[in-house]
């Protein structure tokens, strides 16, 4: 372990679902997992105890933080106080305005229509019980970032990571594949973490490449399509779809996209539900 790393341990007794990381050796596989970021503004979700913080503080060219607690948020702004590229922010992810922090400041000469921020990278301990909706929040802002690496449960980190097809393929993995490739890095046992919660972790790496533009879609309308898509799991695509759609639309749009009515929105791919996606568009114009 680099010299100077330590996982702390605090007698408070945890809450907010939070789920300390206590293994020095995971911290540093995690970190590792973002690649060079001596050059990079990294933006680090739910820093608990600083475990991983440290490591990024050294590292990283530019590190964001943001955390919910507000005594762990007080300790981590003393105890980073005297390293200037460092922010803490006191603040919950989900309603922090991402567009803020990360896009065009007021007077900047980078303001204006050709806007491109360098993109930061996000990492993160994610709490399980808002884990999708942080998420899913941050591919919405994935013009703000190009890699993503969070621990989460493994049963969601199954789901990302699912084909189509697979039993775990849903909504979630359908939006995460969407703007990116999945990987599964590696699984840590409930001990590496304090207190040890009652499930095992995995840590996921998103790399950001949105597929919108080659699969000839609008992102908005396609996101909305896939919740609808999947809004009744055990429902077959036609039942879904029709609560939406005229039934011989509906019957057309399926037929020109070689998609069978009584399918499931699991066993399709991307592809082929972009494709009905664009036949019904098409047939309604």
């Given at each position: 372990?680099?010299?100077?790393?330590?996982?702390?341990?605090?007698?408070?007794?945890?809450?907010?679902?939070?789920?300390?990381?206590?293994?020095?050796?995971?911290?540093?596989?995690?970190?590792?997992?973002?690649?060079?970021?001596?050059?990079?503004?990294?933006?680090?979700?739910?820093?608990?105890?600083?475990?991983?913080?440290?490591?990024?503080?050294?590292?990283?060219?530019?590190?964001?933080?943001?955390?919910?607690?507000?005594?762990?948020?007080?300790?981590l702004?003393?105890k980073?106080?005297?390293?200037?590229?460092?922010?803490i922010?006191?603040?919950?992810i989900?309603?922090?305005?991402?567009?803020?922090?990360?896009?065009?400041?007021?007077?900047?000469?980078?303001?204006?229509?050709?806007?491109?921020?360098?993109?930061?990278?996000?990492?993160?301990?994610l709490?399980?019980?808002?884990?999708?909706?942080?998420?899913?929040?941050?591919?919405?802002?994935?013009?703000?970032?190009?890699?993503?690496?969070?621990?989460?449960?493994?049963?969601?980190?199954?789901?990302?990571?699912?084909?189509?097809?697979?039993?775990?393929?849903g909504?979630?993995?359908?939006?995460?594949?969407?703007?990116?490739?999945?990987?599964?890095l590696?699984?840590?046992?409930?001990?590496?973490?304090?207190?040890?919660p009652?499930?095992?972790?995995?840590?996921?790496?998103?790399?950001?490449?949105?597929?919108?533009?080659?699969l000839?879609?609008?992102?908005?309308?396609?996101?909305?399509?896939l919740?609808?898509?999947?809004?009744?799991?055990?429902?077959?695509?036609?039942?879904?779809?029709?609560?939406?759609y005229?039934?011989?639309?509906?019957?057309?749009?399926?037929?020109?996209?070689?998609?069978?009515?009584?399918?499931?929105?699991?066993?399709?791919?991307?592809?082929?539900?972009?494709?009905?996606?664009?036949?019904?568009?098409?047939?309604?114009l």
């Amino acid at each position: 372990m680099p010299k100077g790393a330590t996982v702390q341990t605090s007698p408070r007794k945890p809450k907010l679902g939070q789920h300390f990381l206590a293994s020095e050796p995971a911290a540093l596989r995690i970190v590792e997992a973002l690649g060079d970021i001596s050059q990079a503004t990294v933006l680090e979700i739910g820093p608990g105890r600083g475990a991983i913080t440290d490591l990024l503080a050294r590292k990283s060219r530019r590190l964001i933080a943001v955390e919910l607690d507000r005594v762990l948020s007080a300790q981590l702004r003393m105890k980073f106080s005297m390293q200037p590229n460092v922010e803490i922010i006191e603040g919950d992810i989900l309603k922090i305005e991402l567009d803020t922090v990360f896009g065009a400041k007021p007077g900047s000469l980078r303001t204006g229509l050709n806007f491109a921020p360098e993109p930061a990278r996000v990492i993160g301990n994610l709490p399980y019980y808002i884990t999708s909706d942080i998420l899913l929040r941050l591919l919405e802002y994935h013009r703000y970032f190009s890699t993503i690496v969070i621990m989460v449960q493994k049963e969601v980190a199954d789901r990302l990571a699912a084909s189509a097809g697979r039993r775990d393929y849903g909504l979630l993995s359908a939006t995460a594949q969407l703007y990116g490739r999945v990987e599964q890095l590696f699984t840590l046992p409930p001990g590496a973490f304090s207190p040890p919660p009652k499930v095992h972790s995995s840590v996921v790496r998103i790399t950001i490449k949105p597929r919108v533009e080659a699969l000839r879609v609008s992102e908005a309308e396609f996101i909305a399509f896939l919740k609808l898509c999947f809004g009744q799991k055990r429902k077959t695509l036609w039942n879904n779809l029709k609560t939406r759609y005229d039934e011989d639309a509906l019957r057309a749009a399926l037929a020109k996209s070689g998609v069978k009515p009584a399918i499931r929105a699991e066993a399709l791919p991307l592809e082929r539900t972009a494709a009905l996606f664009r036949a019904l568009r098409d047939g309604s114009l």
